[in-house]
């Protein structure tokens, strides 16, 4: 493994625990703003945003990158669908 040593579990969760509390904070700013708008979807959690889009770091690493499309649809998701006359289900 060369020079770079791994980090060790403790300081893995160490490191996640000081920074998840910011990270979920911001995420929740910009979902209540969204919220407040109607542009975001009322049942948008920030810790089910951060866990989806942690997958996009592997999808990212495959001969075609998926992350963009995994993107489109977990931001498509979180938006509101306003039924228009024409999409509205019959």
């Known amino acids: 493994m060369g020079d770079c040593p791994l980090l060790s579990f403790t300081a893995h969760q160490a490191i996640s625990e000081q920074s998840y509390g910011p990270v979920v904070a911001a995420i929740t700013e910009f979902l209540d703003a ?21 997958a996009l770091w592997r999808a990212a690493s495959s001969p075609e990158d998926r992350a963009p499309r995994m993107l489109a649809l977990i931001l498509d998701g979180l938006r509101t669908h306003r039924l228009t006359p024409c999409t509205r289900q019959r």
Do not use: E, V
Not at 34 to 53: H, V, W, Y
């Open 34 to 54: 969204g919220k407040k708008d109607g542009s975001i979807r009322m049942d948008a959690d920030p810790g089910d945003f951060l866990q989806l889009t942690g």
